[in-house]
DNA sequence: ATAGTGCTTTGACGCAGATCAACCCTAGCA
DNA sequence: TGCTAGGGTTGATCTGCGTCAAAGCACTAT
């Protein structure tokens, strides 16, 4: 039994015990080039099922990676749309921006994200997407993506298996959205979290969260206020600990519980 | 100047004024076999761009036309993903269903429209479409059009440009539910479905809800005594005219404003 | 040290919208 | 003709969450 790697390499509050660092992995932490081949990432970030002729012709269209830095945007609405990007390091968000200086935040992604593919088959973006930490991300040009995927299938069925789990997670924030109350959206976006960190080889139960309160609430449709009581409230009841960013969840299934529950009445 | 059609075949409340049906774009209105080629809708539900051939090729994925009865599903969440549809005729809508009964209307489709292209990539349907009137689809297997895609470009960039309005479709749905109150949704609701009508040639201004208050407000989260009161505010100030499932827009630019103002403080 | 800035927490209060309930209208049907 | 069921409207009340405000904490710059 060992403790998996938090999702980060800074320090943690003293209060809180320090969870040992491995390797996420793979056993060559060096990053190589360019070369998807070499990329520690290649097991999450590429398509499955190519042929080595096929992956090294895939290679070939990555432009090396591109740095972000924090607080930067990758790109922004009405931003012509030509590539979309694999996300190799870092935390990025992206944000619907509305009539009236309204704006929501859409999503959040991280490293082996794929990201940008919204505006497929559109001019330009809709949305705009941020670092909110140093990231990197490698970019791949639409248009020879496009093509490229005429002649290889199993890119095809990878560009198809991306779009389709853009719209299934969309679909579930509808429902997050349309029908949950703000601990229940809550609950479920920790939970979330840490599913797609646990997939990435950090640690299920803890973690530090990249993103305010304000973020986090404007993801989830509700005020930063609501996101830091419902944060206390879950601590206060035993099932998380939480203090400022860095994220403990003590009884994962008191909070799946807490999303469950709560049908309507008969 | 002439009016155009409202979008139904059936006799209106006597109290309200009747607009005439006129023809809706195409000259011949009788429906041919399933040859895409004579069907009445080719403007609006075929990729563009093909050439005659590519056309004539297309035609032979199509299943002819399935008719499903007001409250049948045309499938259910968990049935094998195999095929997506164009809607020949009918309204219908889509269902996603969460934990403890929750569910939530996450789409009403119309003539023109492409469903069930969320599962694209996928197994099984994660969702269900269910007709809220007797309706025709057209299916198309999805394993063929994916081939087919790979040597008919246009018909790749069709596909993509569904995926892609799909994903913005959803965004704004998702900004609508995370940032609008609850006169702001029906106000968008109300527009955006006369903007579809009116590109499907119906009138702009006037039209008949094919669903049920309880399912406005699923869709836009909220409950359907607030759905109703929001609908009659709006006609007590002159905005609309609304009389059950029949609904006049008076004053788009009011609903527009509605939605416009109220930013957020400085 | 000190001040300033950005983020978080917590309390007090108010309101939008949910909930509960009564009633109406229309359609379908015995 | 009357009964029933489904949908819609409206009123009264309740409550979850937004709003406003104050204060604390961690960092950075000076």
Redesign the interface.
């Known amino acids: 039994m060992h403790t998996r790697a938090l999702n980060t390499p800074t320090a943690m509050p003293v209060s809180f015990p320090r969870s040992e660092r491995l390797a996420p992995g793979v056993a060559n932490p060096a990053l190589g080039g360019n070369a998807c081949t070499r990329c520690r990432l290649r097991q999450r970030c590429l398509p499955t099922g190519l042929s080595e002729e096929n992956l090294r012709e895939f290679s070939t269209l990555i432009f090396s990676p591109r740095r972000v830095k924090a607080g930067q945007a990758l790109y922004r609405a009405g931003d012509a749309f030509d590539a979309i990007y694999l996300v190799r390091r870092g935390f990025l968000k992206s944000i619907?921006l509305?009539?009236?200086?309204?704006?929501?935040i859409?999503g959040f992604h991280t490293e082996g994200d794929v990201v940008g593919?919204?505006?497929?088959?559109?001019e330009r973006r809709?949305?705009e997407m941020v670092a909110l930490e140093d990231s990197e991300v490698c970019g791949i040009p639409y248009a020879r993506l496009?093509d490229m995927?005429?002649?290889i299938?199993a890119l095809?069925?990878y560009l198809?298996?991306?779009?389709?789990?853009?719209?299934?997670r969309?679909?579930s924030?509808?429902?997050l959205?349309?029908?949950m109350r703000a601990e229940e959206r809550l609950a479920s976006f920790l939970l979330s979290l840490s599913e797609r960190l646990t997939a990435r080889g950090f640690s299920p139960s803890e973690f530090i969260l990249r993103m305010t309160r304000e973020e986090i609430g404007?993801?989830?449709?509700m005020k930063l206020e609501t996101v830091s009581r419902a944060f206390s409230k879950f601590q206060r009841e035993g099932m998380i600990l939480v203090e400022s960013k860095h994220v403990r969840l003590l009884d994962p299934e008191a909070l799946q519980r807490l999303?469950?529950?709560?049908?309507?009445p008969q």
Chains 1, 2 share one sequence.
């Open positions: 619907m509305g009539e009236a200086g309204r704006e929501q859409t593919i919204d505006a497929i088959g559109s809709t949305t496009e995927s005429r002649h299938p095809q069925r198809h298996r991306q779009l389709s789990e853009e719209i299934v969309n679909h924030m509808m429902f959205l349309g029908t404007s993801f989830l449709g999303i469950g529950r709560q049908a309507q």
